[in-house]
């Protein structure tokens, strides 16, 4: 972590100061050390340039161990496409240069496939997750010199309020215990005007005939070293066979998700072995969290206005998308 990260991190849980101990300082990086509160005591270690604010075992470790190994799959450096660029600017609704030397929070980072997009538009950025998946997203993105990594609980994030003019939520909310709760705890991060997105998955009649929820009766919350096995052998044979489905004039791209397996063919413009690469890593995103909570519109649409947000629009690309501007 930078040491200027220090001017607007607080405890997450009484929102105290921070002191910095023990540190090891390298070319302006904060490599190792601890954060003590000034208020409570708690204590946080600094490990590999992350300032540490959840245990490392928690709900989303299998989010970590889907990450660490994907390293690179969805960056945009590593597939030549602007797949992540191209999404990330129909949720944010802002020009490009607009992000540049802006104060950027984004919350469930992952790997960093929209923490690079924003990085690389200018943003000074601070890119959180509940996972080890922190770890992944360091690895890959720390050449860039205004990027900070932080392992927080979105519902007790370690900083100040109003530290932000943008923050931005995606693939993450349907994904912790309490959807709402968590919502709600980003646009207490945003300065006066300044802008959040988000999205969510769909809550639809059809989620309940989808194969992916009958199968997460079964999958969900298992032990990754044991799931992952499971899901290489279910790509295997069923991958062939939804790509055959999808090709069928006409309906075929509707038939094919009937075969509980993730198939991006004629979506994103990938080569065979990276979408077969791609379906591994978001078949296992479907069946292992242990929390998958879709949302309607009008949910999503009640959560902005409650929290005082205004020129709010909800409109739905693939997931739902929201976004608003704070008064």
Known sequence: MKEGLLDILCCPDCGGDLNLLKAKITT????EGELRCKGCGDA??????????????????????????????QLDSHTGKPIARDRFLIRINCHPTEL????????????GRYAEVALSMGARLVAV??????????????PYSHLNV?????????FKPSSFEFVYCFGVLQHTPDVEKAFMALPVQLVS?????????????????WPKYWLRLFTKGVPAD?????????????????IAIGRIPYIGHKLRYVIPVANYEGIFPLAME?????????????????????????????????????????FRPEFIVGRGIKP
């Open 44 to 73: 946080y270690p600094i490990i590999r340039s992350i300032p540490r604010f959840v245990p490392p075992e928690n709900y989303a470790s299998n989010f970590g161990f889907q990450w660490n190994r994907f390293l690179k799959t």
């Open 150 to 158: 932080v392992q927080a609980d979105i519902c007790h994030l370690p």
């Open 226 to 242: 044991r799931l992952f096995p499971w899901v290489l052998s279910l790509v295997k044979f069923l991958f062939p066979v939804s």
């Open 28 to 31: 302006n990086e904060i490599e």
């Open 129 to 142: 997750d509940y996972s080890s998946a922190v770890d992944a997203c360091w690895q890959n993105l720390r």
């Open 193 to 209: 005007g300044g802008r959040l997105s988000v999205d969510v998955y769909a809550k639809l009649f059809l989620n309940s005939i």
């Open 274 to 314: 990276q979408l077969r690469e791609w379906a591994v890593l978001d078949t296992f995103d479907m069946l292992s969290p242990l929390h998958d909570h879709p949302q309607s519109a009008n949910t999503l649409r009640k959560w902005f206005q409650q929290a005082g947000m205004q020129d709010v629009q909800v």
């Open 100 to 111: 540049d030397g802006w104060m950027v929070l984004d919350v469930g980072c992952g790997a």
